[in-house]
């Protein structure tokens, strides 16, 4: 167990290190000493943890996280802007074949409203926003 401050990245050994997290808080208790308030930096996710159970990774082990993670997540936007695509060609065909020039109506683009109070989670969900080109 090492010293910990508010803002390190840890990991929960007794969860193998599976989601990594933020310090955001530490909390003393007579009984336990201090608990640890964690806030995942990939999932939306809020936990508690005593010290004994964390564990800093090194730079580079966060950094190769991060970008498993981020592949991760610019695979899932190519899938769905592949199948957007898709999706928009094989609608065009049904309604030219079923609509007549006159009877098309025009769409208007969505907008997303997005109210969030965490603002790293709206950051996040931001720039997927932008790389899917949704206003």
């Known amino acids: 167990m090492g010293e910990f401050k508010v803002g390190d990245i840890v990991i929960r050994k007794s969860y193998g290190g599976d989601i990594y997290f933020k310090i955001i ?12 308030i964690l806030k ?15 564990e800093k990774p ?11 993670f981020n592949n991760k997540v610019n695979a899932a936007i190519r899938k769905a ?8 060609k094989v609608a065009f065909r049904a309604s ?4 007549s020039e006159s009877e ?4 208007r683009p969505g907008k997303v409203l997005h109210i969030d109070g965490d603002e790293e989670y709206l950051n996040v969900c931001l720039k997927g ?3 899917l080109k949704i206003d």
Do not use: H, W
């Open 25 to 36: 808080q530490i909390n003393k208790s007579l009984e336990k000493g201090q608990i640890y």
């Open 40 to 54: 995942g930096t990939n999932v939306r996710l809020v936990a508690d943890s005593l010290g004994s159970d964390l």
């Open 58 to 68: 090194s730079l580079d082990r966060i950094s190769s996280n991060e970008e498993i």
């Open 81 to 88: 802007l592949i199948a957007r695509k898709s999706s928009k």
């Open 96 to 99: 030219t074949i079923l609509r």
């Open 104 to 107: 098309e109506t025009s769409g």
């Open 129 to 131: 926003y932008s790389k």
